[in-house]
C-alpha cells in the first residue's frame, strides 16, 4: 500500500504580501492517484486491519455524491478487495459521476431510505446487513474511526516543523483530529467547518476521547463559512474556485477545500494573524466532487 509523498508549495498573493503572512499548502490531493487525499489517509490503516483480519469485503455508507464512496470504490479496486456502498436515497438514472465510478470499480451499491440510513451505526442494522452481503469490514460513513484518524496524524508528523498555523476542512471531524494530534505543540490547528451548526468542538473532542489522547497544541473549529450548510454554494464561492485557479492553477472542490480557503483569506483580509505567521493549509483533495457542481 503506497501513499506518495506530497509537495508543499507556497501560495503567492498580493493580499499575503501585504498582510506580511506566508501561506503555503500541503498538496495531498497528489498523495495517491484514484483514491486521493485526506479519504486515502484515513484508509490506510483501515486497509491493513482488514487484510490483518482476513477480510476480502468492505463496507461502507455515504450519500450519492461522497468522496468516501469514491474513494472506498477505488481503494477497494488498487488493494484487492470486494466493496459494498450503501447509498442514502433512490436510486437516480443515470448514475452520476461518483456512483458510475465507483460501479466502475466493482462497488456493489444499495440504496436505502434516508430514515434506514439514520440507523446505520444500529447493531440490528449492521446484522441484517451481514445476513444479506456476507461477513464484510465496516468503515463508518466518512471514513471516521481510530484508524483513520492515526492515519492522518502520521502525515501530519511527517510535515517538517515551520509553521504557526494548520489550516483543515472538517466534515465529520476525522481529518481535524489527526492534524491536531500530529501537530507540533506550537502550531495552533484552524479547522473549517464545511457544515452549519457548532456541534464539531464536540465530535473532535469525543474522538481524542475514544483515542484516549490529549491533544497538546489549541485548535478551534471556525464555523463562518459553510455557505448555508454542508454541499451548498453561493455564486462567491464558485468565483473564488476560478480566481484560485487562475493564480495557482491548483484545483479546489466546493465542499470543503474552497470553504476552507475562502475562509483563510478572509481571515487575513481582517488582519486576524500577526505579519510574520506562517500558515500551511491542507488540500483534502475531493476534486471529484466538482462534477457534481458542474465543474470539470
Ligand atoms: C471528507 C472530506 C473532508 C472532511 O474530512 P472529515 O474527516 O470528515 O472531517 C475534508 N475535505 C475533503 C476533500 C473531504 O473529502
Redesign the pocket.
Known sequence: MHWQETPIQTLQDPLFAQAGVEVLLKRE?LNHPEVS???AL?LKYNLMLAKEQGHDTLLTFGGAFS??IH?VAAAGKAFGFHTIGIIRGEKHEPLNHTLSFATSCGMHLQYISREAYRRKTEETFLADLKAQWGNFYLIPE???NVP?VLG?REMVQSIPAAYDYYC???????????VVLGAPQRVKVL?FS?LKGYFLTETVNNLFKQLNAQPTTSWQVVSDYHFGGYAKVKPELLAFIETFEARHGILL?P???AK?MYGLHDLIQQGVFPKGTKILAI?????Q?RAGFGLF
Do not use: F, Q, R, W
Not at 488540500?283 to 476534486?287: A, D, E, P, R
Open positions: 490531493e487525499g485526506n479519504k484515513k468522496n468516501h474513494a466518512g471514513g471516521t483513520a492522518v483543515v476542512p472538517v466534515g465529520t471531524g476525522g481529518t481535524m483530529a489527526g479547522g464545511s472542490d465542499v470543503y477545500t476552507m488540500h483534502t483533495g475531493g476534486l466532487g
